[in-house]
């Protein structure tokens, strides 16, 4: 049985970043009546959109699963294989986890969030602490499946699309939990 999560990268992106250069080199080419600039700008814009979409492609999209054989994911840790991913998105950059080399897992929660500086058990302002911290636990924080590889390597699996699938969750977990022999831990991102 395989669970998957998250979303995987499709032609959208490639299609606006190209719809906005044309529209760009078409304005551009109506303010100058010259070529060479429209085209010019319109692949300015058009690179512009492709890097302002890999900025928040590891964010946005993170798809990955899980299945008897180990865990597999989309990389996206670069901007060259994000670029790619978003030019070429059926050209496959997955990456595979065995089981056997996992060292440590954990459920993160609020990966990413930050407090405000000077706040937190450390800082001058400890009460002001867990009225933050309450306030934080209302939003929606994001889940994270980390991996602790024994090749030193560490991996962020962004369970958050599925939050509101506790099966789903726990059954990822239960899998982990058998193929390596070890407990899951529950860990709360401060920073």
């Known amino acids: 049985m395989s669970l998957n999560f998250g979303r995987k990268m499709n032609y959208m992106p490639l299609i606006i970043s190209l719809f906005g250069g044309i529209i760009i080199g078409f304005f551009f080419y109506l303010l100058s009546q010259k070529t060479l600039i429209a085209i010019l700008f319109g692949i300015v814009c058009l690179i512009v959109i ?40 059926n050209i496959s950059n997955e990456e595979t986890v065995k089981f056997s080399e996992i060292k440590d897992f954990s459920i993160v929660v609020g990966k990413g969030m930050d407090l405000p500086r000077g706040i937190g058990p450390d800082g001058p302002i400890d009460v002001t602490f867990y009225v933050i911290d309450s306030a934080y636990q209302t939003f929606n924080s994001p889940y994270y499946l980390a991996l602790k590889l024994d090749k030193g390597k560490d991996i962020d699996l962004d369970l958050s699309s599925n939050v509101k699938d506790v099966v789903a969750v726990n059954e990822v977990i239960r899998k982990i939990e058998e193929k390596t022999k070890l407990q899951v831990k529950l860990e709360k991102q401060r920073v």
């Open 50 to 89: 492709v890097m302002l979409y890999t900025l928040k492609t590891k964010d946005n999209l993170d798809q990955w699963g899980i299945d008897d054989r180990g865990i597999y994911y989309r990389d996206y840790s670069t901007t060259g294989k994000r670029i790619r991913a978003i030019l070429l998105p």
